[in-house]
């Protein structure tokens, strides 16, 4: 069953926001697809190390909901589905940019560990 669309009350634009990309994942899936533009599944799932098949799942429905990500199902044996950004998703990517960049700072001013990214995700 889905879930009814976010429609606040909110108290600002920043409330507003953060109940469409809240969840650890879904900022990362925006940046997944605005770097390779379009990602199947098992794509988004490799370039995702730590996710589980039912969180990307769930959140991909949710992003779909929300007017993000466009799925796009091909009629094809075996079905092929690919996901990409809509321009509201792309929008949502570049006004993150800046936290985006704050947080690459935070993480060289502080010495803090990442997790390596393979090239080829």
Known sequence: MAKAPRTGPYICGIDAALDVVSGKWKGLILWELD????????ELRRGLPGVSEKMLTQHLREME?????????YAEVPPRVEYSLTESGRALNKALAPLGAWGTERIRSEGIETVPVSPHG
Request: hydrophobic share 35%.
């Open 35 to 42: 770097t390779h533009r379009v990602r199947r599944f098992a």
């Open 65 to 73: 909901e929300d007017g993000l990500v466009h799925r796009e199902v």
